[in-house]
């Protein structure tokens, strides 16, 4: 036999078993997987729901990349509340904590207006980056729900404030 004749069949039997190295084809090559689909919210925005109706909503471009955000009706974790704090009804761990937007989310969080003791006004808070509990200054309640607009979140709970009213009076003279 030739030389070429021996190449030529060498070439036609590694052929045969997949050797071509492409991974494609018929042949019995193997087709890598594909990768993984992304998770979680990015760039794009999206919707995070929780338990109870707790809800977080991102917009577009409040996010670099993907994070895996969850929601939990929990206080697990959260720092000691200041003194004369009365939580009105659950705490709940945004995570991973920490996290900040470039963008303001949405947060609604589910709150009773019954559960409001006469003459108290609800407060929202969340811990702030040095894990301190500081009110959210644009939190609007409804009578069933808690909204505000954040750009930072871990944890967040209602309390309430005594509501005061003062009243000053000027007494007026005239002189005739």
Request: with cysteine; hydrophobic share 40%.
């Amino acid at each position: 036999r030739r030389s070429s004749d021996l190449n030529a069949g060498f070439l036609l039997a590694l052929g045969a078993c997949g050797g071509g190295g492409d991974g494609g084809g018929s042949g019995g090559g193997v087709t890598p997987p594909p990768p993984p689909p992304q998770t979680g919210i990015g760039p794009a925005g999206g919707t995070v729901l929780g338990p109870n109706g707790a809800r977080l909503e991102i917009p577009p471009g409040a996010l670099a990349t993907n994070i895996e955000i969850e929601i939990e009706q929990t206080s697990a974790g959260a720092p000691a509340l200041p003194g004369g704090f009365s939580v009105l009804g659950q705490m709940f761990t945004f995570t991973p904590h920490g996290t900040s937007f470039a963008l303001p989310v949405t947060v609604t969080l589910p709150f009773d207006a019954a559960s409001v003791p006469a003459g108290v006004a609800p407060v929202l808070y969340k811990t702030n980056a040095q894990n301190q509990w500081e009110p959210v200054a644009n939190a609007t309640f409804d009578t069933d729900s808690v909204t505000a607009q954040v750009t930072s979140f871990s944890y967040f709970a209602l309390d309430s404030v005594e509501l005061v009213r003062e009243w000053s009076f000027n007494e007026l003279r005239a002189a005739f």
